[in-house]
């Protein structure tokens, strides 16, 4: 059985994902400012690690089916640090999605229960979008 208690490792994770997104989102505003996107990506990163481990993150970034994603991934970050963040960033998000990808039916079923925007997610045309990647499991 897995466990879903919330450990202060798990806390911390979760806390530096957050802060990942923002210093990313951040860094976008400000016209692709390399140094934030640069910090969000370590912080994004080592967020993932520490919520579901690094052995899984390991797994998870290593399976054969998220290689093109990973390897996708690490060159947009490779391209940011150099000081390339518009094509970097393009690279990253092209990643991001591979990776994470199987995540899609959770996520629709998340949104569709938010209290008022779960009613734009009902609708046929937007359910009909995220019933395609019902049947997936997720990869983790």
């Known amino acids: 059985m897995v ?3 919330m450990n202060d490792r798990k806390k911390i994770g979760l806390g530096l994902t957050g802060f990942g997104v923002f210093f990313s989102f951040l860094g976008i505003m400000f016209f692709f ?3 934030l996107i640069a910090m969000g990506n370590i912080l994004f990163f080592s967020g993932v ?3 579901i481990g690094l052995k899984s993150s390991m797994q998870f970034f290593m399976k054969r089916n998220n290689y093109k994603g990973t390897a996708s991934f690490g060159a947009g970050f490779f ?3 150099i000081g390339w963040p518009v094509l970097g960033m393009i690279l990253e998000s092209y990643g991001f ?3 994470f990808s199987g995540f899609w039916p ?3 079923v998340f949104l569709q229960k938010i209290p008022i925007l779960g009613w734009i997610f009902q609708q046929p045309f937007v ?3 995220f019933d ?3 049947g997936k499991r997720v990869p983790v």
């Open 3 to 5: 466990s879903f208690e």
């Open 33 to 35: 400012d390399k140094g």
């Open 49 to 51: 690690a520490l919520t």
């Open 79 to 81: 391209f940011v640090v």
């Open 97 to 99: 999605i591979i990776l």
């Open 106 to 108: 959770t996520v629709s």
């Open 127 to 129: 359910r009909s979008f």
């Open 132 to 134: 395609r990647y019902r």
